[in-house]
């Protein structure tokens, strides 16, 4: 089934946002081209897709000759050469394809991509849902292209699929040989959009984000205070995902290194915490290095509904 990001239909819809600034590749050229994204005449969403290629006068070929490659393309080359999906057998898949795309232009920062697939977590062979997988894809990707200054990640996930990850925790100790000076504080949002289950149960979700965490992050405040969220531009998704209302729970934490292997296992700690704790609507979970503003430390301290030494 064909989903596009305007539709809230398919409850098996994975996102991933990744924001931050974009360097392209010296020997690389981009373009970027506007197609139709309905098939519906009296409809006229469109889409900016980049393509990218080799610089002719690099190779003694033709611009003819040289094939261009773009999000989409190179997303499902990777994840088809590690058996995540194409076509490979389907017990190894673990989701189909949908889009994909660089948002990114010269000198621009906010979304540099972003990636939209389905899991495939149906049959009764359930399978935890492929955070690091889609993140470690779309990682390889954007290498292809250039190099990512990263600000944050924005992942849509559907709780309703997701399995028991008692193993999780046990790969921590990637982190055991991080730099003890690339610690830093980091900012996440959970957000189920109309639906107010992570918020009513903000406290269960931060106590089991401890519980469930041995390991080099450390989880030290929630606060359902609106205005301590997340805010990454443009979001991933909009309302016909999530609903018009908004019931964000934010957390104040710590990660041993910032890069997108961090915020994957944050992301996938925290969608675990809400799985244990009974949540299984769709969660939105963002992931920022940025700290929140001074003013807002100042106006909301008190407002912190938890807080751990």
């Not at 040989?177 to 610690?183: F, K, V």
């Not at 944050?266 to 700290?291: F, H, M, W, Y």
Request: include cysteine; hydrophobic fraction near 35%; proline fraction near 6%.
């Amino acid at each position: 089934m064909e989903l596009d990001r305007r539709s809230k239909r398919g409850g098996d819809t994975v996102f991933l946002g990744v924001y931050g600034s974009f360097r392209l590749h010296p020997w690389l050229e981009s373009e970027s081209t506007t197609q139709s994204i309905s098939d519906d005449p009296d409809e006229t969403f469109t889409e900016t897709y980049r393509g990218f290629a080799v610089r002719p006068e690099l190779t003694g070929r033709g611009a003819e000759d040289i094939s261009e490659e773009d999000a989409y393309s190179v997303f499902m080359a990777r994840s088809t050469s590690m058996m995540w999906a194409g076509d490979n057998p389907p017990q190894t898949k673990l989701w189909g394809m949908n889009d994909a795309n660089v948002e990114w232009s010269p000198g621009s920062s906010g979304q540099v991509a972003w990636f939209q697939v389905v899991a495939l977590n149906k049959s009764k062979r359930r399978r935890r849902l492929p955070v690091q997988p889609i993140v470690a894809c779309a990682r390889d990707t954007l290498g292809r292209f250039g190099e990512l200054t990263l600000t944050g990640t924005q992942m849509l996930l559907p709780m309703e699929l997701a399995s028991d990850q008692y193993y999780l925790t046990s790969g921590l100790n990637w982190f055991e040989l991080s730099d003890p000076a690339a610690r830093l504080p980091i900012r996440i949002t959970l957000d189920g959009g109309s639906d107010d289950d992570v918020q009513r149960k903000a406290a269960d979700v931060f106590a089991m984000l401890q519980k469930i965490n041995s390991g080099p992050f450390a989880f030290h405040s929630y606060s359902t205070d609106k205005t301590q969220g997340v805010r990454l531009d443009p979001p991933v998704v909009g309302d016909l995902w999530l609903g018009r209302g908004r019931h964000p729970v934010a957390v104040e934490a710590t990660a041993p290194e910032w890069n997108l292997d961090a915020t994957s296992w944050v992301t996938e700690l925290c969608a675990e915490a809400c799985r244990q704790v009974g949540i299984d609507t769709t969660v939105l979970v963002s992931v920022t290095n940025k700290p929140r503003r001074k003013a807002d430390n100042h106006k909301t301290t008190d407002s912190l509904a938890g807080r751990t030494a």
